[in-house]
């Protein structure tokens, strides 16, 4: 089971970049998916995360800015973020509660980072 995130990449500010995660693998349900940053010499902090059922999180930091979307079909969440800002550069971790086929318990995983660089 693997998350992967793509999308990552060098925009200036003002711009906007679509973050994309995919959970595969023997996956038997997921449940909450989302997103966090870390930026350097910074710790890990959530950016967005959408139950299974609810309504979305968002930072302060990014609220109206920052979308975040989840199609249960595909196994996939993504992070539209607009209006960015050179305080967002980080890497972005997607991150699923997931409950593998077979497994007896929930577990958390994470996906390998991508890189967001604005530029002012």
């Known amino acids: 089971v693997q998350l992967q995130a793509s999308g990552g990449g060098l925009v200036q500010a003002g711009g906007s970049l679509r973050l994309s995660c995919a959970a595969s693998?023997?996956?038997?349900?997921?449940?909450?998916v989302g997103w966090y940053r870390q930026a350097p010499g910074k710790q890990r902090e959530l950016v967005a995360v959408?139950?299974?059922?609810?309504?979305?999180n968002y930072a302060d930091s990014v609220k109206g800015r920052f979308t975040i979307s989840r199609d249960n079909a595909k196994n996939t969440v993504d992070l539209q973020m607009n209006s960015l800002k050179p305080e967002d550069t980080a890497v972005y971790y997607c991150?699923?509660?997931?409950?593998?086929?077979?497994?007896?318990?929930?577990?958390?995983?994470w996906g390998q980072g991508t890189l967001v660089t604005v530029s002012s």
């Open positions: 991150t699923a509660r997931m409950l593998i086929t077979g497994a007896l318990r929930w577990g958390d995983y």
């Open positions: 693998g023997s996956i038997f349900s997921i449940g909450a």
């Open positions: 959408i139950p299974s059922g609810g309504s979305t």
